[in-house]
């Protein structure tokens, strides 16, 4: 996971208090953190899968989220169902990369901040990669 904020982005750095799905305002230094966050891994596609339809559901997310697969943006989502269509994707080992911007609410705390509680940031899953209405 890295991180950026507005001022840095496209520019990540290395987030090393954030290792797995989940609320990043919960980790010790970031509860005011308002910016991007890059979560990265890789996915497996069997060969059985070569020539149909992906669908990536992220399940819940907060906020803006924007999808890249080998590179290539695949989908950008700013409210739920945060899905994206894959596509076709070719049989072998591909970089996922899935980037959650918040709002500024965290940094830049609004009156009602002190009644309400805040919305979480990230993403929380649980995350499927389906196929045909199949998940892995």
């Known amino acids: 996971v890295s991180r950026s904020t507005a001022e840095e982005y496209p520019v990540f750095t290395a987030e090393p208090r954030v290792h797995d799905l989940g609320d990043w305002t919960a980790h010790n ?8 966050l890059c979560y990265q891994t890789a996915i497996s596609i069997p060969e059985a899968w070569h020539n149909r339809e992906l669908t990536l559901d992220l399940g819940e997310v907060y906020e803006l989220v924007r999808v890249r697969l ?5 989908g950008l989502r700013i409210c739920p169902p945060y899905r994206c269509t894959l ?3 070719a049989p072998g080992t591909h970089a996922l990369e899935i ?5 500024l609410a965290a940094q830049v705390p609004d009156p009602f901040s ?13 995350i499927a990669l389906c196929v045909e209405g199949l998940a892995m």
């Open 29 to 36: 230094g970031l509860q005011h953190f308002a910016g991007t």
């Open 70 to 74: 080998d590179g290539l943006v695949r």
């Open 87 to 89: 596509g076709a994707v």
């Open 99 to 103: 980037e959650v911007t918040n709002t």
């Open 114 to 126: 002190r009644v309400v509680a805040a919305e979480p940031s990230g993403l929380l899953g649980p």
